[in-house]
């Protein structure tokens, strides 16, 4: 790849640091969905279909955490529930099409769907190989998890800002910290008791600065409790930056697409506002939307370093994070 083509990296703000990564599995077709994931965007190749969908179940969100989009932007966001017409539809075309996997999530809290175990159930009877959601867990109650495996669920990501007290429930207002616990144990001892090793618990922060310095007891805390242990990286989503030029482009958008609860259908799952819209489910579907001239014409812009010129993309705090990144590690230290 030359110097002035864009930097792309698959899941660059995602950092692994105990445990044994989900994705080791033997399976063949398994091994090429991730091989896809990782060389679609890398060689900037458009599949016939995405390899993976975001599904918001649901906007709403039990917690009223700072650092969330759904908190502090919440008023710009229609609230509303998926419904299972539109996750069939969804789920049936993809099945048809080679679709991989799919996470029931975007914006808010999975859990709070009561159709949300049944989603699951579906998404694995059609052949799925990867469905999962991320969740705060203050509602994995030994009710839910029981369903939740039953159903298949094969991985599951639980939003867990550190390892204290104080700490997590700074950043998860609304939460607690024994509940949250507790509910974590009850999952993993339901696993053991019925013999099974899904769902695979991860269990992730955001990287703020007050963890920084101690992601080694953040690491030794979870690592008997999870599957995985994980961060993020800490991402400013309060204030949007204009204007940044930088040869930078997006892997969603050669990997995946998201479905918001009312339709509504995006190229990525950072876009909260639709300001890429690309139609709605009830009026089209996946495969014509991700072969639409608009995406096309999108996935040139980022391949050509252009991706300030859509206003979704100029200020994209996804996108803000990983230049910050790439501008600091090519600066020559001090």
Request: glycine letters at 6%; one cysteine or more; charged letters at 30%.
């Amino acid at each position: 790849m030359g110097t002035d083509q864009p930097k792309i990296q698959a899941n660059a703000n995602f950092h692994l640091v105990s445990g044994k990564e989900t994705f080791q599995k033997r399976d063949p077709r398994f091994i090429e969905y991730r091989k896809c994931w990782k060389e679609w965007p890398e060689t900037f190749h458009v599949g016939e279909f995405p390899l993976f969908l975001d599904l918001e179940v649901t906007s709403v969100c039990n917690l009223k955490c700072p650092f969330c989009a759904t908190t502090y932007r919440g008023h710009l966001i229609p609230k509303g529930f998926i419904s299972f017409e539109i996750i069939r539809k969804i789920i049936d075309e993809g099945a048809e099409k080679g679709l991989y996997g799919v996470k029931f999530n975007i914006r808010g809290e999975p859990l709070l769907h009561p159709e949300i175990t049944e989603f699951v159930r579906y998404a694995k009877s059609k052949g799925l190989i990867d469905v999962y959601f991320n969740t705060n867990a203050l509602l994995l109650d030994e009710t839910i998890a029981e369903k939740l495996i039953e159903a298949g669920l094969d991985r599951l990501s639980i939003s867990f800002e550190g390892y204290t007290k104080e700490v997590y429930e700074k950043h998860r207002v609304g939460s607690s910290y024994e509940k949250v616990l507790a509910n974590i144990d009850t999952m993993q001892a339901l696993k053991r008791r019925l013999g099974v090793s899904h769902p695979k618990i991860r269990v992730q922060t955001v990287m703020t600065p007050e963890l920084s310095n101690s992601l080694e007891d953040y690491r030794k805390f979870w690592e008997n409790r999870a599957d995985e242990v994980a961060y993020l990286d800490f991402k400013e989503m309060k204030r949007k930056k204009k204007k940044i030029i930088f040869p930078w482009a997006c892997p969603q958008i050669w990997q995946r697409m998201a479905v918001f609860w009312d339709g509504t259908i995006l190229p990525c799952n950072h876009d909260d506002e639709a300001f890429l819209k690309l139609g709605n489910i009830n009026d089209t579907n996946i495969s014509q939307c991700w072969n639409s001239t608009f995406l096309s014409k999108l996935r040139i812009c980022h391949k050509n370093g252009e991706a300030h010129k859509f206003e979704a993309c100029d200020g994209c705090y996804l996108r803000d994070s990983e230049i910050a990144k790439l501008i600091e590690s090519q600066t020559p230290p001090k």
